[in-house]
């Protein structure tokens, strides 16, 4: 499966971003993750959702900020970030991988279809 990404750009502190992954396969089943890395430091995961149901998960850092959302009819992932603080600045990326998310949401290993990333920058 391709992903795009789109949404990103340069925002005040406070501010808000939706970022969007479109996916190239017609009601994709799987778990879709918004994962982020940061200049020096490792991908993590920030948020992940099944495409079958509402089920979601959550880093710790952004629960309560940021809100991850489908809408299958458009093939789209989206994550809604409120209250961006510089400490959010990253490039973010969308992936998949088929099945359920379970444990294994916030490990960038166990995706193999990635975006190319988008850049958020928060000041």
């Known amino acids: 499966v391709q992903l795009v990404e789109s949404g990103g750009g340069s925002v005040q502190a406070g501010e808000s971003l939706k970022l969007s992954c479109v996916s190239s396969?017609?009601?994709?089943?799987?778990?879709m993750v918004w994962f982020r890395q940061a200049p020096g430091k490792e991908r993590e995961g920030v948020a992940a959702?099944?495409?079958?149901?509402?089920?979601?998960y959550y880093a710790v850092s952004v629960k309560g900020r940021f809100t991850i959302s489908r809408d299958n009819a458009k093939n789209t992932v989206y994550l809604q970030m409120n209250s961006l603080s510089p400490e959010d600045t990253a490039m973010y990326y969308c992936?998949?991988?088929?099945?359920?998310?379970?444990?294994?949401?916030?490990?960038?290993?166990?995706?193999?279809?990635w975006g190319q990333g988008t850049q958020v920058t928060v000041s």
């Open positions: 992936a998949a991988a088929p099945g359920l998310c379970g444990g294994r949401w916030s490990r960038a290993s166990e995706f193999f279809s």
């Open positions: 959702i099944y495409t079958g149901s509402d089920y979601t």
């Open positions: 396969v017609f009601a994709y089943r799987g778990c």
